[in-house]
């Protein structure tokens, strides 16, 4: 079972950009952005196959943008004019998600 560990989050004002990176322990294959916002379901926001094709929660399309590095098993998410909606503890894992793979996630918060 791969495991991943995020890091890069922080807070900062509406309009930054923080970059969150993600380092998986074995081969990744179709893998994606989750967050969870407090009293809310976890959700994808940002995917990617193995080939590179993306898909993106309508929220955040235009402003994240995801790419991976298979050589480094690692996982990226640029997050471009922050809002305060995006706050939130954001994990990587796989597509659909593997019950076993959640790391500890990173906290993103976002403040006017």
């Known amino acids: 079972q791969v495991r991943f560990v995020e890091s890069g989050g922080g807070s900062v004002q509406s309009g930054g950009s923080l970059r969150l990176s993600c380092v998986a322990s074995?081969?990744?294959?179709?893998v994606a952005w989750y967050r969870q916002a407090p009293g809310k379901q976890r959700i994808s926001v940002a995917l990617?196959?193995?080939?590179?094709?993306?898909n993106y929660a309508d929220s955040v399309r235009g402003r994240f943008t995801i790419s991976r590095d298979d050589a480094r098993n690692m996982l990226f998410l640029q997050m471009d004019n922050l809002k305060p909606e995006d706050t939130a503890v954001y994990y990587c894992?796989?597509?659909?998600?593997?019950?076993?793979?959640w790391g500890q996630g990173t906290q993103v918060t976002v403040f006017s």
């Open positions: 894992n796989e597509v659909p998600w593997a019950s076993d793979s």
């Open positions: 074995g081969t990744m294959f179709g």
């Open positions: 990617i196959s193995k080939t590179g094709n993306t």
